[in-house]
Structure formats: C-alpha cells, structure tokens
C-alpha cells in the first residue's frame, strides 16, 4: 500500500510540473501571438504613414498643398497635414497611419518646382485624332535650329485619355518618340484607335501609360489687359514688344502672307476666334519660345484655332478647353497642348524641347523630398 500510495503522489507530482510547463508554454505562445499581433499593426501602421505622405507628395505634383483626409486602406487608415514653411514652395508633410490599436507617425519636408506644361509634340487632354499624314519629331532651339536630317526622337504625342479613341487614327501619322496615354491605364493600347490608317512609332514600348494626367490649368487674362480684334493680311509684319509683355485680342487672324512675330518674350491671349492660313508666319524662328498663344474659352464656348496652308508657327500655343485643327501643310514648331488636337492634311510637329523648361504655363511639378524621420 505504501509504494502504491508513493506512486500515485509521484505520478500527481509529474501532472502538476507537466500542467506548469504547459500552462507556462500556452502563455509564451500567447504572448509571442500578441507581439507578433502588436508588430505587424505596427508595421502596418507605419505602411499606411508612408502611403499618407506618398499622397501629399502626388497632391503637390498637380498644385494641391491640402491636407489628405482621413482615408481608409488595408484594415486601417491614414491622413496627413500639409503646411508650407517659411522658404517659398516648400512644404512640412506630417503624415499618420493607424492599424489595430496601433498609430505611427512621419514627417519630411519637401520642394516644389514647376515645370512646364509643353511637355509633348501634340498634348489632346481629351482626345488625339489624326485622318492625315502627319509627322512628329523633335529639336532643341537653344542648340540651333531645326535640322531635318538631324532631327530628335521626343516627338510625343499624349493624352489624358484612359477609354478607347483617345488616340483615334485613322490617316497615317510617324511618330518619333512615343505614345503616352492616361494614367495607371493596365493595357495601354487599348487607348489607341487605329482604323484604315497606320501608326509608325519609334521610341519602345511604343504606347505607355502616364503615371499622372497631366494637369491643364484654365488661362485667365491678367487684370488690366484690353482686348481688340488683330488682322493681319498680305505682305504685312506685325512686331509684338516685349517691353509691352502680354497681349490680349478677341479674334487673331493671319492670312495672304502676313507675319506676326516678336522682339522678344510675348504672351498672347486670344478670347475668341484663332485663325492663320496662306503661307503665314507666326512667331520667331530662331526661339520659338519668345512666343507663346494662350486661348480662352467661356464654360458654354469652343474654340478651334485653324493652321492651314504653308503656314509656319514657331512657339507654344495652349488651349486647355479648345479644339485645335492642325492641317494642309502646316508646320508646327514648338507644342500643341489642347483639349482636342485634330490633325489633318500633311502636317509637320517640330518639338521644340527649349519649351520644356519653361515654368509657365505649369504642368506638373516636381517634388523632392528634403529630409524624413519617423516620430515619436
């Protein structure tokens, strides 16, 4: 009885250690389960921070320096304050992301730089239609002038466009450079449209998706400016100063010969009618940039801008709620940014990539980032 009794208090005692060590192990494991639990809702709130600033940044890419609103993402959300500091375009991005319980918190500063909306040989923020036999390229004024048996492969043609017929062709149109569609399209080709004509495009890939729209901002005619019809006809040289800067004209209509030109920079604002046909000239040869054509629209009104004929225009003409017909043998030196560009006929489209670097009108900006750190 006694080795019986014994036995049976040995065999109690090895029960109660073997219930220790596995009350012990249950509570490890569910220790180590809530850490491995707290440090992925870290990690996953510190993604959703990132993601905060990421969207501050591609905000200020199109102008906006707004907070970003609470938004939801991955089982948690983010938001961030964005407030400019004392250097001219320079921003202070906090950013927040908070996942299970859990919150974590960035910071970084960054830059602002503007850069300029003439960015492509042909831009038709709604829609590229080509029925000609038009030709793209490119050059760069700064370095000489345009040389066509030396000519550059940036002849883009974009689009903000992410549905079929953005890019309708349905003439014959040689592309040197590339096709840039809307932004995150997944099959950027689905974009292009091409009935009964031909697309020859050089640059590979030869279609690719944007990885944002690009912005085209309203033009506003600045305060004080008068504005009156221009006609010019025959042999007739108008010069624009560039002392005077800007100019404004409701109807803009050159024909027969005639010239319209500059002495140097000039902004030239047309609230209504564009016109240029009959081996015209527009514009400086020798820097196309001295010239640039700004159209203006009311909400209810289109504007088509014709350039027919010979008709020679060096400069960047902007029209971001008007159709521009390009046609005949019209060449283009400079860049086309409209909401439809339809071209037509045997026209020529000379990039010119001193427009490039300009800052105004604005398209995108860049944003760099200056410094970042996660807080406590």
């Known amino acids: 009885m006694k080795r019986c009794g014994a036995a049976l208090v040995t065999s109690l005692g090895i029960v109660v250690i073997l219930a220790i060590l596995s009350s012990s192990f249950l509570l490890r494991a569910i220790h180590e389960t809530l850490l491995s639990r707290r440090s992925s809702s870290q990690h996953h709130a510190l993604f959703l921070a990132e993601a905060s600033m990421d969207t501050a940044i591609q905000n ?21 304050e964005v407030d400019p500091t004392l250097v001219p375009m320079e ?24 850069t300029s909306v003439f960015q492509f040989a042909l831009f038709g923020s709604q829609q590229v239609v080509v029925s000609g036999e038009a030709i793209t390229d490119s050059y760069n004024s700064s370095q000489g002038p345009y040389d066509p048996n030396a000519f550059g492969q940036n002849g883009d043609v974009g689009t903000n466009a992410t549905t079929a017929g953005g890019v309708n062709i349905s003439g014959s149109i040689a592309i040197n450079g590339q096709i840039a569609v809307g932004a995150n399209v997944a099959d950027p080709n689905s974009v292009v449209t091409i009935t009964g004509g031909s697309a020859i495009i050089t640059e590979n890939p030869p279609v690719v998706s944007q990885s944002q729209a690009l912005p085209t901002p309203p033009v506003t005619v600045p305060g004080g400016l008068t504005c009156t019809d221009l006609t010019v006809t025959g042999q007739t040289v108008v010069t624009l100063s560039s002392a005077v800067g800007q100019y404004c004209f409701e109807d803009l209509s050159i024909s027969g010969g005639g010239t319209l030109t500059a002495d140097g920079s000039v902004k030239v604002y047309v609230t209504g009618q564009f016109s240029a046909s009959g081996n015209t000239t527009i514009g400086v040869s020798s820097d196309p940039t001295y010239l640039l054509l700004l159209l203006v629209s009311s909400q209810e009104a289109t504007i088509e801008g014709g350039l027919t004929g010979n008709t020679e225009f060096y400069g960047g003409l902007y029209a971001p709620t008007a159709t521009i017909n390009i046609s005949g043998n019209a060449e283009v030196f400079g860049s086309v940014v409209a909401k439809t560009v339809k071209v037509s006929g045997n026209a020529k489209v000379h990039y010119d990539e001193a427009l490039g670097v300009l800052t105004d009108p604005v398209g995108l900006y860049q944003v760099r980032v200056f410094s970042w750190r996660e807080l406590d």
Do not use: C, K
């Open 60 to 80: 200020l890419r199109v102008g906006q320096s707004n907070d970003v609103s609470v938004t939801t993402m991955s089982g948690g959300s983010f938001w961030a």
């Open 91 to 114: 921003y202070l991005i906090t950013g927040h992301g908070f996942h299970a319980g859990e919150q974590r918190n960035t910071e970084a500063v960054v830059r602002q730089a503007p």
